[in-house]
DNA sequence: ATGGTAGTAAGACTA
């Protein structure tokens, strides 16, 4: 079972790129971010069309979450993070054969030290506490997305600009993701691949992406239990060189099936 | 880089 994440900025604009994506990836589990539509507006039947069953918690402008599945369905839905109240739609998770996904577009956070900074450790740490119960609930659990926190220097392209005291890279952010982790989840990237320099964000300003200065802070995290059903993962450069693109690629985790 | 580009939506906000 191949599960990917990609936020796609803005599902209106990059519903073409979607499609051709999923007709040459065929991923079986895709978590969107930043779908930027009203629920009313979601092109359900247009992914239908191709196979792909979806749920999805959208507004207006901002945020908005999908979860994709190709002939599989879609259970016990959950929107947004138990007992934490937020308007912005950040998060869907759903038990797709047997296996809960959890979708996140963590918070950007701005800058250090301001208060979109302070929401997106709040959020973490609400996220992590929600975890904690779903893992336990859950143990084939994986929890996908964007993450807006590269887990180490090999995942920036330059680590004295993105450095300890850089949104994205902070100390407290990667304190906060290493947390995630010790709940038992491991970043499936990592279990393949070694090297640094693979990224999964490309600033659209002064040329970023031709130039290579990206970011990998789009992760699929696999439970203890899914961890040896991993079998591949990477991130997929190519829907980035399509015309008028997501700043993101697609990262996915291939999952062998159970014995 | 107190810039830069893109999306939304019609000027500023978010990333």
Redesign the pocket.
């Known amino acids: 079972m191949k599960i990917a994440s990609w936020n796609v900025?803005?599902l209106?604009?990059r519903l073409p790129h979607l499609e051709q994506w999923l007709r040459d990836a065929r991923p079986d589990v895709v978590g969107l971010q930043e779908t930027?539509l009203e629920d009313a507006k979601f092109p359900d039947s247009a992914l239908a069309a191709l196979g792909y069953r979806s749920v999805f918690a959208g507004q207006?402008?901002?945020n908005g979450v999908a979860l994709l599945a190709r002939d599989r369905a879609i259970e016990a839905v959950q929107v947004g993070i138990p007992g934490f109240e937020d308007e912005q739609k950040r998060v869907i998770a759903a038990t797709i054969d047997g296996v809960r996904v959890v979708n996140l577009y963590v918070?950007?956070g701005?800058d250090v030290g301001t208060d979109?900074y302070a929401y997106k450790l709040r959020w973490l740490a609400a996220v992590e506490a929600w975890l904690e119960h779903e893992r336990r609930a859950h143990p084939d659990l994986v929890v996908l997305g964007d993450f807006n926190i590269a887990p180490d220097d090999r995942d920036v392209h330059d680590p004295a600009?993105w450095n300890e005291s850089h949104i994205l890279t902070s100390a407290d952010e990667r304190a906060a993701l290493q947390r995630l982790l010790g709940l038992g989840l491991h970043d499936a990237f990592r279990l393949h691949h070694t090297q640094g320099g693979i990224f999964s964000w490309w600033d659209?300003?002064?040329a970023g992406f031709r130039r290579d200065l990206g970011l990998r802070i789009d992760l699929t995290l696999v439970s203890d239990s899914l961890r040896d059903r991993a079998v591949a993962s990477g991130v997929d450069r190519e829907p980035r060189t399509w015309d008028?693109p997501s700043d993101h690629a697609p990262a996915w985790v291939e999952l062998r099936r159970r014995d």
Do not use: A
Request: aromatic residues 12%.
């Open positions: 900025n803005s209106n604009v930027k207006k402008t901002y918070v950007n701005q979109k600009v659209y300003r002064q008028r």
